[in-house]
């Protein structure tokens, strides 16, 4: 076989992630490669740290990109948190609450499962019931924006009760960072992880992570090697520790933290506060034009994350067949249903430099389309309901 090179179609990705990416970014990336160890390079980590550390809302001295996507973000966190034998109250809402538990269990500690239905936030009443029936626990997991469903979980309330109880906290922000309200240190979260291709606008591959003092202090006491080398923050903190001597424990993605740096300054320079009401800004605009259509909504209103919208699949439509339809004829991309869901709901990401009122009106325009050729909806209804809630935001003075 002869290979050329390959040349990707130009899509417009509004799924659970990858999101689409700031032109910026992938300039960035495109920059000469230097050595890992090159004092520039590390200058430029020092900063990035600073970055991240704004993004997360924290001053905590742990705070960095490990070298792989999101799921390794969350195995950094419970491989350096969970020694075997370890009791962890693991909150399921979804996929990702089911992903914490099977960490836990490979770690060797004992899950005990607090459970909610998907759609639903984490109940912080049984959380506060699985605390005091488990005085023993050491860590309580849980997703604060639960990607499979577009649930928002209390993350204030839940660190609270942890706390109370004398239990470290482990947090999935996957989708949550930058797109959401997210004050680590304000919260008093202990660990937390996310992912670089959802609200940051990067290209997937690295997962900001960060730690308190406290979860520090517990790694640092394990009586037990960390099961993975390679995530071990023993070894990983002689690297993205500070001062401008550097252990070599593995060669970072070059190029990859070119990109991270430049998102996160894009983010500064939007300010973080303006970036999370831009993204209720063009979710007030999709919903409404979804609405408009008589879809509707798995997540109730005050639950909902703005970046990812799951609505349910009219009676009688091939939900499937309908996606192929909006990648073939616009190169559209929205998500499936997972779990439960699966053929079930549509899930519509909003996402970082994908949050913006291009993409929701060619989103709302191309799937009224293709469910009108099905005659389940009447043209024109949607796009002008979404315009309509962008004149009285605009009239409100709301900004994005």
């Known amino acids: 076989m002869t ?7 130009q899509r417009t990705l509004m799924g659970p992630g990858p999101s689409d990416v700031n032109p910026r970014v992938l300039s960035a990336m495109s920059r000469p490669i230097i050595g890992h160890l090159d004092p520039v390079f590390v200058g430029m980590m020092e900063e990035m740290k600073g970055l991240l550390q704004y993004a997360f ?36 809402n979804g996929v990702f609450g ?31 019931d699985a605390l005091k029936g488990n005085p023993d626990a050491k860590v309580l997991a849980f997703v604060h924006a639960e990607t499979s469903t577009g649930a928002r979980s209390d993350v204030e309330t839940l660190c609270r009760l942890a706390r109370e109880h004398d239990c470290l906290t482990i947090v999935d922000s996957v989708t949550g960072l930058a797109g959401s309200p997210l004050y680590v240190d304000d919260w008093g979260v202990d660990a937390i992880y996310s992912g670089t291709q959802k609200c940051l606008s990067c290209t997937p591959g690295l997962s900001p992570v960060s730690f308190s003092q406290r979860a520090v202090d517990r790694i640092q006491a394990r009586s037990h090697k960390v099961q993975s080398w390679f995530l071990d923050l023993n070894l990983v903190m002689g690297y993205w520790g500070g001062g401008s001597k550097r252990a070599y424990h593995h060669t970072a ?24 009401a831009r993204h209720c800004r063009h979710h007030d605009a999709l919903r ?13 209103e005050e639950h909902r994350l703005p970046q990812l919208n799951s609505v349910h699949v009219p009676e009688g439509v091939d939900e499937a067949a309908v996606r192929g339809e909006l990648l073939e004829r616009y190169g559209l991309e929205i998500g499936a249903g997972l779990g439960p869901y699966a053929g079930k709901v549509w899930r519509i990401g909003l996402m970082g430099y994908g949050a913006n009122e291009r993409n929701v009106l060619t989103c ?11 005659g ?8 002008a309901a979404a315009r309509a809630a962008y004149a009285r935001m605009d009239a409100a003075g709301s900004t994005g």
């Open 3 to 9: 290979a050329s090179s390959f040349l990707p179609p």
């Open 57 to 92: 809302q924290t001053e905590n001295a742990l705070t960095l990109p490990v070298s792989a996507p999101g799921s390794a973000g969350m195995e950094t966190c419970f491989v350096n948190l969970v020694e075997p034998g370890d009791k962890v109250i693991v909150c399921i």
């Open 98 to 128: 089911t992903r914490m538990k099977e960490n836990v269990e490979r770690c060797g500690g004992t899950a005990v499962v607090v459970e909610d239905d998907w759609g639903n936030p984490v109940s912080p009443d049984k959380v506060a």
């Open 253 to 276: 993605p070059i190029n990859a933290l070119y990109a991270l740096h430049e998102s996160l300054v894009i983010l500064q320079e939007e300010g973080l506060e303006n970036s999370w």
């Open 288 to 300: 409404a034009g979804l609405e408009a259509m008589g879809l509707e909504f798995l997540v109730a």
């Open 364 to 374: 709302l325009s191309a799937l009224e389309a293709v469910l009108a050729d099905r």
């Open 376 to 383: 389940v909806v009447e043209p024109g209804r949607a796009m």
